[in-house]
């Protein structure tokens, strides 16, 4: 059952109005013929169907009468396109009116049920549902769509709804990465603290106005405020309809979080194809897992905003990159500030809320790991002086590794006071007018240097292991990686490979080794002495991650999810870039880091770390 208003006797102008409706619908000669409608004297038909406005779900279609038990709360709705509509009067007399809406318009709101069915509904029933009526013409002359969406109550007028959202500053790519616009990768932070917030009211009808911290706004039904972060009162207030003169009170709190991601490699998103490199220099990507986890952060809630920066940068140490200068990134261009004092200068006058930080990789030598074992056979053996960095006497790989990894804790320990500390940060840069900072992260009252919960420190993923096939098998049970890198040329020559056993290695001692045990690595060569028993003095990368070194959240879950993915994985399960057989192994390839599959799932994983660490507003 459909009603309409007619603003004139021509019918030449067509309208929809809830409130134009005081009375239910009358018995007549002309509703045998489907659809009717009154307007002052005149009683028409409409002939054929067509979908302006509520469609014919159910046949018992009883329109909300304002005069009488049922007040509506809540109707927004969507209009589009044309239709011309046939009217025929009760003498037979037919007219035609193309009825066009730019804008969306009031309907009415017919509740599903007949007259007796809902008169029996209890006092307080509240009644809610939407519909569209695009699908519902038989024979429409135009194309025409209207949603509607109601909420009613039967009973007395209730009180108004609102709603608000934070508009967001960190959005993604068509191809869901992180979008990088003007050199940035959410919206600048703005000097007058001042963030986007939406109101919403017009479900309650069009005149309605705001007065928000006493401060009233009557331009529209849905203003677009800038207000500071933290709590404010709105009220709504109904200027006319059946609930006009009821308002609704409401504090909110806007929400915003600055999320810093730091650190080398894995924080900055190094990878291979995907998009490429929105930030070339340091090998910055929308895909990274940090960047991804700050896109998840900003989509968990309406009522939060998200800003990210993405300082971290490809080769990056502890001391080179991280709280120094980086003087030879991969893109070539020397950047003379620190990430920690990049990140104090970009936020200064802010709070920061989180940080996701991937560091210690590049600080143990695992890149120079893998070129070693590509090139060498029983890596871990290797004895060359100055092979794996600047070596005054000869050692092994396995020794080298085992007394950087001894290092980590220490270098944790620098970091952490740059982050959280109360003491003074050693950060430099080559400017010397620059002091160094302490970003202090997730900072309160109670603790004004910093949260250390605050800092999510990532694991690294597993990159050595495939599902099935046969080969060595790993102690969780899966497939090591072999022949990696095998028969690629370098500028000395061609390499090896990396076998099943110097993968175990790398996996089993410097990402998971337990200080006091021992790995048997079994040495490519034939006779009775190939187990040599590798004492582990130090725990792996990993294992000092797991432990959440000074009290940082240790952002744990990849390594796990990432088993089974490795380098040597089917293509359809490898979660980890190779390098290709026409490659150079130089430092502009990116292999041994995830693909797209891989830091989506990665990030993932860490999207859940930084929302316990920096929990938005509901």
Known sequence: ??????????????????????????????????????????????????????????????????????????????????????IEDCDGNTTSV????????????????????????????????????????????????????????????????????????????????????????????????????????????????????????????????????????VTLVVESGPAAGHSTTRQIDVDHQLVVGLGDSFGSGESRGDGGFADPNCRRAGWSAQALAALALEDASDHSTVTFLHLACSGATVGKGLLGPYPNPPGGAPVPRSQVT?????TSGWDIDAALLSIGGNDIGFADVLKTCGRYKNCPLTNKRGLIGNLTVPVTLHREAQAKLHRLRRFYARVSTCLTGADTCLATDWTAAMPAANLAIGATDSAPSGSPAAVVLSEYPDLATRTGGRGMTSPDGYTYCKNALSGLSVPSGSLDGIQDEEFAWAREVLQRGRAGTTFTFRKDVPGPDRDVKLHVTS??????????????????????????????????????????????????????????????????????????????TP
Not at 8 to 33: P, T
Not at 192 to 203: F, S
Not at 342 to 346: E, G, H, I
Request: net charge negative; proline share 8%; charged share 20%.
């Open 1 to 86: 059952m459909y009603t309409t208003t007619y603003t004139d006797n021509s019918l030449e102008d067509l309208s929809f109005s809830a409130d134009a409706h005081v009375a239910h619908h009358q018995q007549s000669a002309c509703e045998a013929g489907g659809f009717f409608t009154t307007n002052a004297d005149a009683t028409a038909r409409l002939v054929g169907s067509f979908s302006a406005g509520p469609p014919p779900v159910n046949p018992a279609l009883y329109e909300l009468d304002p005069a009488a038990d049922w007040t509506a709360l809540m109707s927004t709705f969507d209009t589009s396109m044309a239709v011309t509509f046939h």
């Open 98 to 233: 193309t009825h066009q809406e730019v804008e969306p318009a009031p309907v009415p709101i017919f509740l599903p049920g007949t007259q007796a069915e809902l008169d029996a509904m209890p006092t307080g029933t509240v009644l809610e549902d939407s519909y569209s009526t695009g699908d519902l013409n038989e024979a429409p002359d135009g194309v025409y769509t209207r949603s509607v969406t109601y909420r009613a109550v039967k009973g007395v007028a209730q009180d108004p709804e609102f709603t608000w959202e934070v508009a967001p500053r960190t959005s993604a790519r068509p191809d869901g990465a992180v979008a990088y616009t003007d050199g940035r990768w959410s919206t600048p932070l703005p000097d007058d603290h001042l963030l986007e917030v939406r109101l919403g009211g017009c479900g309650n009808g069009p005149n309605v106005h705001f007065v928000v911290d006493d401060i009233t706004y009557a331009t529209d039904c849905d203003p677009l405020l800038y207000l500071t972060e933290g709590p404010h009162t």
């Open 342 to 346: 990049q990140a104090a200068l970009d």
């Open 539 to 616: 725990n792996g990368l990993n294992s000092v991650i797991g432990k959440g070194p000074q009290g940082w959240t240790a952002g744990v879950g990849a390594f796990k999810k990432f088993r089974g993915h490795g380098y040597c994985a089917k293509d359809a399960d490898r979660w980890i870039t190779q390098m290709q057989p026409d490659t150079v192994v130089r430092e502009k390839t990116s292999p041994f880091h995830p693909n797209k599959a891989g830091y989506v799932a990665w990030g993932t994983i860490l999207a859940r770390h930084l929302r316990a660490a920096a929990p938005p």
